[in-house]
């Protein structure tokens, strides 16, 4: 009897109970876009409800002037409201 093969969804919520990852490095590890690596992890969420675990995620940060208020906390803004910086932080998600 074979193994059972994990979906990529499963294999990037293994990968965040380990460590926290960005979006970028997701995408990057897992060979899927930015947007479907955040599409994944807003699935994960959903399906940890009900168990004795979440997904935390790191708001994005200014890399100028530290400013880390956005309203989203998922998607990677553009640039920062307060300085207008576009040398925004990715958000950072893990599985705790």
Sequence with gaps: MEGTEQTTRQRIAALLREEPAEAGRIATEFGITAAAALS????????????????????PECLECGFADFDDLINRPSRCPECKAE???????TVR
């Design 40 to 59: 994944h992890v807003e699935h994960i969420a959903k399906s940890l409800e009900g168990t004795d675990e979440q997904l935390l995620a790191a708001p």
């Design 87 to 93: 040398s925004v932080a990715e958000p950072t998600f």
